[in-house]
């Protein structure tokens, strides 16, 4: 019956679960499956008979996932046409506990109930209740103005009047404050032209805050650098690039020690480079550093006038700007880039003089992975001058710069003259799980402080009992359906983030959740326990290691890895960035399941491997998705050379993108990842080059 519930076969769901509840009336299990039959109910429409079934699993076990069955009820009679008992439902459901994050949605759905019951303060009270918890404020605004159209849908005009007032004076950078302008200044009330001015250029509706922001600074006393700077951006919004101009002139003639003045200076510049006058605003950012050294913008002033300099393709003007803002600011992050950028243009053009100049003063004043970056090639400069020593201490001090970076691991290759993703000479997948779990917990210990003497990882009494673990635990149970695995997952997932502050409660859920499959749940357990530590990964002992990079489901990789002739802990490194092994995953993308594989590319595979009957929601299940998976990036691979990297980026930005950015470098990992032309796919190459040393520090043998 479960089976059949998770694939979507709900006749077929309904009749082995009826099969199984007239069988077995004295099986503690039948009332969860009586939920489970309520849930293909559903998805038949056969409302009625899901209602009785969640009535009888209430009468079974209440007190448990109250919320979330009389949240289904109340579906099922508004499905039915029956709004009074739909609404007493859903009543039913936000008034028994349930985790914060899900509940503003369903009070928002009893409000609606008592609307359409023609209930309108209780419809407010429900309102009231979602802010009296909730905390975006675009979110916050939005409740207010739902609450605020009922009061004066209901005739509480002053009542109504005054929420709006508050969306205007609080939020007024959302929708909402300027719908609520509109209705209050269509009803005659006085808003200060100031507030106008904000909302109308929050919301971009830029000439009716040219009117609204020149009302409010005609009175000097009223102006200030804030309003001036909505000003111009404004007049700029609608082309008039002159007014623009002038207004932050005003703002530079006026507050030469106001923060605004530095950023007006920037604003001139944006100004003149949207109106295609490149040069002008290459002169506007470069007079602000020199003509003003001590403001904090001019670093980032400087950083444009290189980087547009780079796009008129005049490489001699870029270098020397990007040396000026290394020599000028030095300590900030615009330097640090503005001198990668600088050094790696100088590379490309052949000046190696300028290349290395501009990477030894990075190396010297950068920090993290800049640094170690930096290092890294000025190594490589050393190994093409012919200088092995040099290099050797360069790339030594990018290894320590920012450990577990991957310019930090790819200076290690270097120095032992590892390859990219070079295999390991044999690999480990079967330990001795009870010796390890014995040093782990000695490590805790020890690292923390424990005092407990007995076995550390089963749950706490204070675990076991907590709502949130309680509830998670039963819609575990009855999450054959969607819905009910990703609210457990919810509560779980509340209860690990109210733990991260105790190792040892986040380490007994770190193996609770492996064991109960909910992977992604454990990952992150792990990884809070060991940043807890203040040890790297592979310095934490292996058991718990292995927790934040772990090998599940190697079942179907490793012989998918054989069939395709593919390094198994590349695929365990790819799994891992793409889903952190949660099965059920989707991206904005529209991946698909522990490897990613959007619609397009999933029927792709299955039509070159003859997959009979394939349908897009095969590519859910963990042996197909890991199957096509490991076939595509095969593919993919084959088109690149063999090169895993360049694999790694086709599979993410395409093949027909890794073959471009191929021919640009050649077979040469540093220049590859330069190449990478989308963001997107530079960083998940180098997520992966870090995750995969991990995997191969972990599961590698010599």
Do not use: C
Request: hydrophobic letters at 40%; aromatic letters at 12%; charged letters at 20%.
């Amino acid at each position: 019956g479960e089976a059949a519930l998770r694939e979507g076969l709900y006749s077929q769901a309904v009749e082995a679960l009826t099969a199984f509840i007239d069988s077995f009336p004295e099986d503690p299990r039948r009332a969860h499956a009586m939920f489970l039959r309520g849930d293909a109910y559903l998805g038949l429409s056969e409302w009625t008979l899901a209602i009785t079934d969640f009535d009888m699993y209430l009468t079974l076990r209440p007190g448990l996932i109250d919320s979330y069955v009389h949240e289904r009820i109340g579906d099922a009679y508004l499905a039915l046409g029956q709004p009074q008992q739909s609404l007493d439902a859903y009543t039913k459901a936000a008034d028994a506990t349930r985790e914060a994050s899900s509940l503003a949605s369903l009070r928002e759905r009893v409000a609606a109930g008592y609307l359409n019951a023609g209930q309108p303060q209780q419809a407010v009270a429900q309102y009231d209740e979602i802010l009296a918890f909730a905390e975006n404020s675009f979110y916050r605004a939005s409740i207010d103005y739902q609450a605020a159209q009922v009061l004066i849908d209901s005739g509480d005009f002053a009542g109504g009047y005054t929420r709006l007032q508050r969306i205007v004076n609080e939020y007024p950078a959302s929708e909402q404050a300027y719908q609520a302008l509109g209705v209050l200044l269509g009803a005659e009330l006085e808003i200060e032209a100031a507030q106008q001015g904000r909302i109308y250029y929050y919301n971009e509706d830029y000439a009716a805050a040219i009117q609204a922001l020149n009302t409010a600074i005609s009175d000097e006393a009223a102006q200030s650098p804030e309003l001036l700077m909505m000003l111009g951006e404004s007049y700029r919004g609608v082309g008039n690039t002159q007014a623009a101009l002038t207004t932050f002139q005003t703002i530079i003639d006026t507050y030469r020690d106001d923060p605004t003045f530095g950023d007006a200076w920037l604003e001139q510049g944006r100004t003149l480079f949207l109106s295609n006058d490149i040069t002008g605003a290459i002169e506007k950012y470069s007079a602000l550093a020199t003509q003003h050294p001590d403001v904090p913008q001019g670093a980032e002033a400087l950083w444009r006038a290189g980087y547009l300099y780079s796009t008129l393709g005049n490489t001699e003007s870029a270098l020397a700007t990007f040396d000026i803002l290394g020599q000028m600011f030095p300590m900030t992050t615009r330097a640090q880039e503005g001198l990668f950028m600088g050094a790696t243009m100088a590379y490309n053009a052949d000046n190696v003089a300028t290349a290395a100049q501009l990477f030894g003063r990075l190396a010297e004043i950068g920090t993290g992975e800049l640094k170690a970056a930096a290092y890294l090639w000025v190594g490589r400069l050393y190994q093409a001058d012919d200088k092995p020593d040099l290099a050797a201490q360069a790339f030594q001090a990018a290894a320590s710069a920012d450990p577990g970076s991957y310019y930090s691991i790819r200076a290690s290759d270097l120095l032992t003259s590892r390859e990219p993703f070079q295999q390991p000479a044999g690999t480990m997948f079967d330990f001795d799980e009870s010796a390890q779990l014995t040093e782990a917990e000695a490590w805790l210990r020890s690292t923390f402080g424990i005092t407990q003497t007995e076995a550390l990882y089963p749950l706490s009494e204070a675990l076991e009992n907590d709502p949130r673990m309680i509830r998670g635990r039963e819609l575990m149970i009855v999450g054959a359906s969607t819905t009910a695995y990703e609210a457990a997952e919810i509560e779980f997932d509340a209860l690990r983030i109210a733990m991260q502050d105790d190792p040892l409660a986040t380490y007994q859920l770190a193996i609770y959740f492996r064991d109960v499959g909910l992977y992604r749940l454990s990952i992150n357990a792990a990884a809070d326990l060991i940043t807890a530590a203040g040890v790297d990964t592979t310095q934490a002992p292996s058991y718990i290691a292995r927790l934040r990079y772990p090998i599940y489901y190697k079942d179907l990789v490793l012989p998918a890895a054989a069939e395709n002739n593919l390094d198994p802990l590349l695929m365990f490194s790819l799994i891992r960035q793409e889903s952190l092994f949660e099965g059920f995953a989707t991206s904005y993308a529209a991946g698909q399941g522990l490897m990613q594989i959007i619609p397009d590319t999933g029927q792709w595979i299955a039509d070159r491997l003859g997959w009979p009957d394939y349908q897009n929601s095969d590519v859910y299940r963990p042996y197909i998705n890991v199957k096509f998976g490991a076939y595509y990036l095969r593919y993919v691979m084959d088109m690149v050379d063999g090169l895993p990297y360049a694999a790694l980026a086709g599979y993410n930005g395409g093949p027909g993108n890794a073959m471009q950015w191929l021919g640009i470098s050649g077979p040469d990992l540093d220049l590859f990842v330069q190449a990478i032309s989308y963001d997107e796919t530079r960083t998940y190459v180098r997520r992966i080059y870090e995750q995969y040393n991990v995997y191969r520090e972990l599961y590698g043998t010599t």
